[in-house]
């Protein structure tokens, strides 16, 4: 899995919401996003919601549940799975057009507030940051708010040129690369200065941008399921990972 540079966990804290206390404790970004993990101080289902409605107008991101699980269990206090609004369940019908919002975006958040009672736990957030949100910020469309990687944007040739390279057959990637092999090729010894201007030079997570949210939708908008994000959550942590490891 190909990682990109230009997230960082700066990108997590933009799209926090200010109203609760959040450690991050674990990133792992990717080309079109980040896989991350913050404990936060919430404590109850009231906080949760109210936190979720936050962190959608800071983010500029919206969800719906998409998988409820028993509340007030011994372990687990409040626990709910959110998809992104641009992502249908499975079997609805297809929309069709620029404003399709089933267009399978797979991010996605869990809030689980674990229960602060629990006795040997290790974990040490446990008691005073006792809600864990795992994120999937890996959207498959635009997202207009903070959070993104900071660039300028790119010129309207630099962009028609790349929607070329698409219309030739390019992926993302040798886009890119081809790309900057013909910025080589014409600036020589300054490549290396343009290369920092991201209006001539534009991250390889642009390109991959502009070409799902741009062109594969103009172009080949139907039936495929081209569209897919980068990498898989790979989350194994679970609600209960600190009874279980302790020994009776
Ligand atoms: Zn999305």
């Known amino acids: 899995m190909e990682e990109n540079p230009d997230w960082n966990e700066s990108n997590v804290f933009e799209i926090m919401p200010e109203s609760y206390k959040a450690h991050l404790t674990s ?102 940051f006792p809600c864990e949100v795992i994120l999937r910020y890996i959207h498959n469309h635009p997202v207009d708010g903070k959070g993104g990687p900071k660039q300028k944007r790119p010129s309207k040739d630099v962009e028609d040129d790349v929607l070329e390279l698409f219309s030739k057959g390019h992926s993302p990637t040798t886009a890119y690369e081809s790309f900057r092999d013909n910025l080589k090729e014409r600036y020589g010894a300054e490549f290396d200065k343009i290369a920092q201007d991201t209006t ?11 070409y799902y949210n741009t062109y594969k939708r103009k172009h080949l908008e139907a039936n495929d399921d081209g569209i897919h994000c980068q990498g898989d959550a790979n989350n194994d942590k679970e609600d209960d990972d600190s009874m279980s490891s302790s020994t009776e």
């Open 27 to 128: 990133f792992r970004p990717y080309l079109r996003g980040y896989n991350a993990i913050l404990r936060l101080n919430i404590t109850n289902k009231i906080e949760a919601d109210d936190w979720l409605k936050d962190f959608s107008e800071k983010s500029l991101t919206s969800y719906r549940v998409d998988r409820t699980f028993p509340e007030n269990t011994p372990k687990v206090l409040f626990k709910k799975e959110y998809r992104c609004l641009h992502n249908s369940k499975p079997g609805a019908p297809k929309i069709k057009g620029p404003h399709a919002k089933n267009n399978a975006c797979r991010a996605k958040l869990t809030i689980t507030i674990k229960q602060r009672g629990m006795k040997r736990s290790k974990d040490k957030y446990l008691k005073d």
């Open 200 to 210: 001539k030079c534009p991250t390889q997570q642009w390109f991959y941008s502009l």
